[in-house]
């Protein structure tokens, strides 16, 4: 929003010496962030003055037409300038930059030879001058502004001071000069003198229409809960908008248009109300304020056809849409060159509908971001009389007495707060006077009760809603810098959980091991979920849905964290990275039935702890997973030979690795042995996936992915996964160092003979049992499956190291420890030492 200081003026009263750094100092201490603050008076050097166009030589034999102007500047003689614009007359006063004079942009003025003849000058456009982006042709200033020689700077607005405020969403009436006039007062203490308050009213209203008198046919309103119209007749279509308005019209970044438009876009900076002005002669019957039927087609004035959506607020007449409201008007009845009749409209719109149109259609508009922030809805009736007032002043029409006024407008509702709970928050003492005195001066009304006062917040202040908006009302306008800058002491921390503890164990232990940790988003769609084969029924597929997610192709939060690590892996394969291990420790969400929505709770203070346990109640469980995949090799080629690929081994050995560092061991089954079926491990290969688990739980799985899936996915083959449940690993008590012994070790090897089917972690854990204390520890070196064990037969050597903590083991026991091993694995499994 950029406005000029002397329009300000004329709606406050302020320092006559007021700078460019008080004017922002004001505007910062009442909360408004300017951008940018410009003294228009710099940027144009040297001598800029009024000038009369005396005579206009046209010279001839140019390719193009080129005049030679004799002008008055107020010298003894008048000067000669080349100009090639057409848009001025013999007396007319126009601007004129003489030699000396450097223009926005460096450029200098000097006198020269040029077509003939020695141009003493140059007349100015409002583009050259940076008043405007107006270059069609140069300022024509208005008979009797200011008699020759004068100085030009305050005539076409340079002797100003302009300033650029960023609105916030909830300041939206800040979007006017009304509403930073009124700012200014609350912060310099000058008196304001409200534009809307000083608008003569126009005589009649809607109560006694004739049958001449446009009809409105408001039919929903939601959207639309006043709709307020005046018709001003026979209006000159050539007349000009004036110098003034159109000045300040490019300050504010709107290029002039027309009479009527331009005062419309004047009135909309001015009030923060925006307005539409019609061509009576091309609406046909009255105007339908309703939604948009499905199919309908609208023609916006920016030259689109644009199909209209059935949430849309639309004007339609007899001949069907006309305006996509609060947005854009249609190109069929827009104000032309030959319009005389002038329909002016003032109305008040749904702010959500107004939003979600202009993100719609991807069509914002100034009218747009002020409906949208929400617009006054008690000025319509004073806009719409101002706007017929200026255009019958400036454009000779009359002005139809009998105003069309719809009005179902809900006041605002009153907010109850406490009178002392400014003073609580703040850590400064406000004393009741002076909080009724700071909510009076925003426009509110106050009833103070028993220590609590009732607040009826202003028309133009729909985001006070909630007695913590007025609080934040008293905080600001009794100044910020009266609260105490005073950090709290932070209490003494208890240091990470267990659980902290542990979650980190695990990513170091996974980045010693040669993983690379990712952070992704926790965002999914279903499309991945059917690249990964997840079957239906399956609990992963129970998304919890987003309502306003960032992408309509992920709506969902994750239930595994494969999905956004695997895209993580192609990512970077993408980018000609080749061996790759990643992993990621996060949250998955498991609704574990229907969402409900919790219920909203007051922002005046901490919500009861019943309210919070209810509320805690309704999220899903979020437990905490880790997963980590392998592409590419999994030891590097070299000088000392070929690498070796990843395979589902790798993924099993990363999570003993990760589950160690959560305190406990794994067993490893065969993926489908315990979950029943290939469809149940899914994204992984049935055939080399490794089911986990922590005593008789699965924890989750390991092992090569589906081929399936990495051609669905773009990855490479036989990349490998491994995902578990971190919080469904017990956290383990106090661990004991264990004692060293420094009495020699007993190294005995064993091979027994198995079934094929039996695995070789259940067969290592029976050995320990067997072995008892003497056990140091138990390693499978070699597997051997051959003709000589039989069909179905394997064969499994382990290590088996044997150590007394107070003696030298002895041959017999030794050997004795190793026989009781063997005894109960034969005993369990029905091993047999080879060779026996």
């Known amino acids: 929003m950029r406005v000029p200081l002397s329009w300000l003026r004329e709606h406050v009263d302020l320092p006559a010496d007021l700078t460019a750094d008080g004017l922002e100092k004001a505007l910062v201490k009442v909360g408004l962030e300017v951008e940018e603050m410009t003294d228009a008076g710099a940027s144009v050097e040297g001598p800029l003055v ?3 166009v005396e005579s206009i030589e046209e010279l001839q034999g140019l390719k193009k037409p080129i005049r030679y102007c004799l002008v008055d500047v107020g010298n003894a003689e008048p000067q000669g300038i080349i100009c090639g614009a057409r848009n001025f007359a013999e007396g007319d006063l126009v601007v004129v930059a003489l030699p000396g004079a450097v223009l926005p942009g460096g450029f200098a003025i000097a006198a020269r030879k040029t077509y003939g003849h020695i141009s003493n000058g140059m007349i100015c456009s409002a583009r050259e001058l940076g008043v405007s982006d107006e270059h069609e042709g140069i300022i024509v200033l208005p008979p009797g502004t200011a008699a020759p020689g004068a100085e030009a700077r305050p005539v076409v607005g340079l002797d100003d001071i302009v300033v650029e405020v960023n609105v916030t969403p909830d300041r939206g009436y800040c979007f006017s000069v009304r509403g930073i006039a009124r700012e200014l007062s609350h912060s310099l203490g000058g008196a304001y003198h409200d534009p809307v308050a000083a608008v003569v009213p126009i005589e009649g209203d809607g109560s006694s229409l004739g049958e001449e008198a446009y009809r409105i046919d408001v039919r929903d309103s939601v959207a639309c809960d006043r709709f307020t119209a005046v018709a001003v007749r026979g209006v000159d279509p050539a007349a000009p908008t004036p110098q003034w308005m159109t000045a300040r019209l490019a300050v504010a970044g709107i290029r002039s248009i027309s009479l009527p438009v331009d005062i419309t876009n004047y009135l909309m900076i001015e009030t923060g109300q925006p307005m539409h002005a019609w061509d009576l002669e091309r609406l046909t019957g009255p105007l339908v304020v309703r939604r948009a039927a499905a199919g309908e087609k609208l023609t916006t004035l920016d030259g689109v056809k644009r199909a209209l959506d059935p949430q849309d607020i639309v004007i339609a007449d007899d001949t ?7 947005v854009m008007g249609g190109s069929t009845t827009e104000v032309s060159a030959s319009t005389v009749d002038v329909l002016l409209e003032a109305a008040h719109w749904d702010p ?10 991807k069509l914002p508009s100034e009218a747009g971001k002020r409906y949208e922030r929400g617009v006054d809805p008690q000025i319509t009736a004073a806009a719409a009389a101002r706007a017929a007032a200026l255009l019958a002043e400036h454009g000779g029409g009359t002005v139809d007495p009998r105003v069309t006024d719809v009005y179902a407008v809900v006041p605002p509702a009153p907010v109850t707060m406490a009178v002392t709970r400014p003073s609580e928050l703040a850590g400064i003492d406000y004393t009741q006077e002076r909080v009724v005195e700071v909510l009076t001066m925003i426009g509110a009304s106050v009833e103070v009760d028993g220590g609590r006062a009732v607040v009826t917040p202003p028309s133009w202040r729909p985001d006070l809603t909630d007695p913590a908006d007025l609080v934040e009302e008293v905080l600001r306008l009794d100044g910020y810098d009266r609260i105490p800058s005073i950090l709290p002491i932070a209490p003494p921390g208890a240091g990470l959980s267990v659980t902290q503890r542990r979650r980190r164990t695990v990513g170091r232990a996974l980045a010693d091991a040669g993983f690379t940790e990712t952070l992704c988003y926790p965002f999914v769609g279903v499309g991945v979920l059917d690249a990964l084969r997840i079957p239906a029924g399956d609990p992963r597929r129970d998304l919890v849905l987003l309502r306003n997610p960032l992408s309509d192709e992920e709506p969902g939060m994750r239930t595994t964290l494969l999905p956004p690590l695997l895209g993580a892996l192609r990512r970077n394969l993408g980018r000609g990275l080749r061996d790759l291990a990643l992993f990621e420790l996060g949250t998955v969400f498991l609704p574990g039935g229907p969402v409900r929505v919790a219920p909203s709770a007051g922002v005046d203070g901490l919500p009861p702890a019943e309210e919070l346990r209810a509320a805690e109640a309704l999220l899903p469980h979020q437990p905490w997973h880790v997963a980590a995949v392998i592409a590419g090799d999994a030891d590097p080629a070299g000088w000392w030979g070929a690498g070796r690929p990843a395979d589902w081994a790798d993924a099993v050995d990363a999570a003993r690795v990760a589950a160690e ?8 089954r065969a993926g489908v042995d315990v979950a029943g079926g290939p ?7 049935p055939g080399r996936c490794a089911a986990l688990l922590v005593g008789d739980t699965v924890v989750g799985y390991a092992g090569e992915l589906h081929p399936a899936v990495c051609a669905d996915l773009d990855l490479p083959r036989r990349t490998v996964a491994m995902e578990f449940d971190l919080d469904a690993v017990p956290i383990p008590g106090v661990s004991t160092a264990p004692r060293l012994s420094g009495f020699p070790t007993a ?17 290592a854990s029976a050995l320990t049992e067997g072995a008892g204390a003497l056990l140091e520890s138990v390693r499978l070196f070699d597997v051997y499956e051959g003709a000589q064990l039989g069909a179905g037969r394997k064969s499994l050597a382990y290590k088996l190291t044997f150590r007394a903590a107070d003696r030298t083991l002895t041959g017999e026991e030794a050997l004795a420890a190793r026989d009781a091993a063997v005894a109960v694995a034969a005993d369990r499994f029905g091993a047999t030492l080879r060779g026996a």
């Open 679 to 685: 469809e149940a491990v899914a994204p992984w290969h």
């Open 661 to 668: 560092a959560a305190g406990v061991t794994l067993t490893v």
């Open 747 to 763: 190294l005995l090897d064993v091979a027994l003979v198995v079934d094929a089917a039996t695995p070789a972690g259940d067969v």
């Open 50 to 52: 009024v000038g009369r």
């Open 352 to 361: 959500l509908s107004v939003a979600r149109t202009i993100r719609r259609h």
């Open 320 to 326: 069907g849409v006309v305006s996509l409201a609060a």
